[in-house]
């Protein structure tokens, strides 16, 4: 079982920056691939970003690629979202998920991921 906790979103005028972490619990996180969703009010969760295991390959959405890096630190079990030149279409609850990957492969699609964090809210005013 693994435990994701997310933490740095906030509010944040168009066009500044957030730096989000994902933490993960346990003690073999370069096995796992990580990703970034989000989920906007009366929208459905969305893929972001993606990253194998470890760290060698990444994947982004169209509408945030150029805007955000997806990068990660083994030894301390945490994935990052740099998010930068932010938009308001950019507010939504952001999600890191995990799915156990040794192959080094990336994952887009939700329902590829087996853990989930609870979120952290990202509010981009214009």
């Known amino acids: 079982q693994v435990q994701l906790v997310e933490s740095g979103g906030g509010l944040v005028q168009a066009g500044g920056s957030l730096r989000l972490s994902c933490t993960a619990s346990?003690?073999?996180?370069?096995?796992?691939?990580m990703g970034w969703f989000r989920q906007a009010p009366g929208k459905e969760r969305e893929f972001v970003a993606a990253?194998?295991?470890?760290?060698?390959?990444?994947y982004y959405a169209g509408s945030v690629k150029g805007r955000f890096t997806i990068s990660r630190d083994n030894p301390k079990n945490t994935v990052y979202l740099q998010t930068n030149s932010l938009k308001p279409e950019d507010t939504a609850v952001y999600y890191c998920?995990?799915?156990?990957?040794?192959?080094?492969?990336?994952?887009?699609?939700?329902?590829?991921?087996?853990?989930w964090g609870q979120g952290t809210q990202v509010t981009v005013s214009s």
């Open positions: 990253i194998s295991g470890g760290g060698g390959i990444t």
């Open positions: 346990g003690r073999t996180f370069s096995t796992y691939a």
């Open positions: 998920a995990a799915r156990r990957d040794p192959y080094g492969s990336v994952w887009y699609r939700s329902n590829e991921y087996d853990y």
